[in-house]
């Protein structure tokens, strides 16, 4: 599955998931993707986000009965030439002007070919929130406009946790799902037990509108699901 395949879903159903989608009256569109010009292609990016999606049988989009699916639109694909300051082409450029042309690596994990310094991914993660009314999602780390966190890319870890506190709340994401189904069971009222697995099906059509869309993208692919469903088998714990 690819990160287009994703992209394409939530194009249909919204970027909300099914933990919020009963709390909200219209799901959350993605109107707009901009990516860098050296890679763009209107056509794929059109197709890759939502375009393959139009063409398939009982696909009706705007015209369709189920309130989730009858705003389904294909964001708009624009490029732009706007430099990233960390992108990997800048970051060579300023090792090479650094060492004058003479490095073998950056930070040991690069490589130099045709006289060229390389580097790879990092392995880490950051996410951010922005906050609305002064008001920020996660307190913690807090910035001026809105609240960061750090993980590893591999574990989905916070940056910086240890062996002893694996598994504990101190080393949990707040976008891991017991976190995501913490926030969204405050919406909920107090007398009510369910799991994170019933939860994301509590508003029907949107979790009809889902299986409709996978059922799609399978005919044309394939969309990998969880192959272990007791992994959301959990409560609020």
């Known amino acids: 599955m690819s990160c287009s395949d994703k992209l394409c879903m939530w194009s249909a159903i919204g970027l909300q998931g099914g933990l919020a989608a009963p709390h909200l009256l219209e799901p959350v569109r993605l109107k707009t993707c901009i990516v860098g010009h050296q890679t763009f292609d209107s056509a794929a990016m059109t197709r890759g986000l939502g375009g393959r999606l ?13 309130r989730i699916l009858r705003g389904a639109s294909v964001p708009v694909a624009l490029s732009t030439k706007e430099e990233f300051a960390s992108s990997r082409e800048a970051i060579e450029a300023q090792a090479m002007a650094w060492s004058g ?22 392995g880490s993660s950051i996410n951010w929130s922005a906050s609305v009314g002064g008001l920020s999602w996660d307190s913690s780390n807090g910035v001026e406009g809105g609240a960061w966190e750090a993980t590893v890319g591999g574990t989905g870890a916070k940056l910086g946790a240890t062996k002893k506190t694996q598994g504990s709340d ?9 976190s995501m189904y913490r926030a969204a069971s405050k919406l909920r009222k107090a007398a009510e037990q369910s799991t994170y697995s019933k939860a994301k099906c509590e508003c029907e059509e949107y979790c009809s509108a889902k ?15 969880n192959r272990d469903s007791l992994l959301e088998e959990f409560g609020t714990l």
Not at 102 to 122: F, L, P
Not at 172 to 177: D, I, P, T, V, Y
Request: with cysteine.
């Open 54 to 66: 139009l063409g398939l049988p009982g696909w009706r989009g705007g015209h369709d009965s189920n």
């Open 101 to 122: 042309g003479g490095v073998d690596s950056i930070g040991g994990e690069g490589r130099k070919a045709g006289g060229k310094v390389g580097c790879s991914s990092s």
């Open 170 to 178: 101190a080393a949990m994401s707040r976008l891991s799902k017991l």
């Open 211 to 225: 299986a409709r869309v996978v059922e799609a993208m399978r005919a044309l692919g394939g969309w990998v699901g």
